[in-house]
């Protein structure tokens, strides 16, 4: 059986045909048409479906995994921010019905993700938060493997915990949010503000300049693992999960930084296993196929 799995985020929409034995048998790569609202996301969203339908027809249905909060049982789009216009109050999953005739199933992007991680790692725990470090710090929990949502399908919103009070101001309108602490975002900001002449131009300059001793940056990421290391005890100690994965963009260049915050982890006495993604962007996309799977061996129910 393969299915058709999409990630939607506000750059671009991704998508891949999967089979259940999680290989990808063709993958695309479609911009997000923002300037037009919710009209150009769905246009782009149709063409990258519309592309691969050309290459399988014989597909089980679509698994969508969408930046913003989702109301997974209707699938509406129940909250989105400026990044995709006009997506707040979609019901994607009836679009999707009512255009393809097959079954869907839409959650949040970051529980698509664990979802994929999990599922690559032969379901071998029962527990699992993930984390992703880019732009900023997305999450999502399972719990006796089942995804928790939450009550208002805000589960998992870990970049939006308070890490330290009267802290940096946040986008979201609250200080000291974990996502003004440990995202690349945070990383790369400080790194140019402290570096004097010298600009970096992402956080995998940053880690190998941390890397190779340079004396300015060091304190600068030593501060920035401590931070995660704190996020990291503070999971262990409240939702206490068998595994933390953390993806990412700053997880491509974890040779470089990895060993320190294994060190850092190991000084707070962190009882869970904390891993690396292995997926990079694919997590997303096969991810909502899983979800799409066992939803169709559950009779559709998510």
């Known amino acids: 059986m393969k299915a058709i799995g999409i990630d939607i985020g506000g750059t671009a929409i991704k998508g891949a045909i999967v089979d259940e034995n999680k290989k990808i048998h063709h993958q695309i790569t479609t911009r997000t048409n923002v300037g037009e609202g919710r009209k150009g996301i769905l ?3 149709t063409t990258t479906i519309d592309r691969l339908l050309e290459n399988d027809t014989e597909i089980a249905g679509i698994g969508i995994g969408t930046a913003g909060r989702v109301n997974v049982k209707t699938g509406e789009v129940v ?3 400026a990044n995709l216009p006009g997506w707040q109050g979609i019901n994607l999953r009836d679009f999707i019905t009512n255009t393809y005739a097959l079954p869907a199933v839409i959650d949040n992007d970051a529980n698509a993700a664990l979802a994929g991680e999990w599922w690559n790692r032969e379901e071998s725990y029962d527990s699992v938060t993930f984390l992703t470090l880019g732009t900023g710090v997305g999450g999502a929990n399972m719990i006796n493997r089942k995804i928790f949502r ?3 399908w805000n589960g998992g919103e870990w970049g939006h ?10 986008n979201c309108g609250n200080s000291g949010c974990i996502e003004q602490y440990v995202s690349g975002t945070t990383l790369l900001s400080l790194a ?5 002449n010298r600009t970096y131009k992402n956080g995998a300059e940053v880690f190998e300049a941390f890397n190779t001793g340079d004396k300015t940056i060091q304190p600068i ?3 920035y693992l401590d931070d995660l290391a704190l996020v990291i005890y503070n999971l262990s100690v ?5 595994a933390v994965i953390i993806g990412g963009g700053v997880i491509e260049s974890k040779d470089k930084w990895w060993p320190t915050f294994q060190h850092k982890l190991h000084e707070k006495e962190v009882k869970v296993d904390v891993l690396a993604a292995t997926l990079g962007n694919k997590a997303g996309m096969i991810g909502s196929t899983k979800l799409l799977f066992d939803a169709l061996s559950k009779g559709g129910e998510v």
């Open 79 to 81: 909250y989105s921010t």
């Open 161 to 170: 915990v308070i890490l330290y009070p009267g802290g940096r101001s946040c």
């Open 150 to 152: 939450g009550n208002h």
């Open 43 to 45: 246009t782009s969203l």
């Open 238 to 242: 409240s939702i206490d999960p068998e």
């Open 192 to 196: 140019n503000e402290h570096s004097g």
């Open 221 to 223: 990421v030593e501060r």
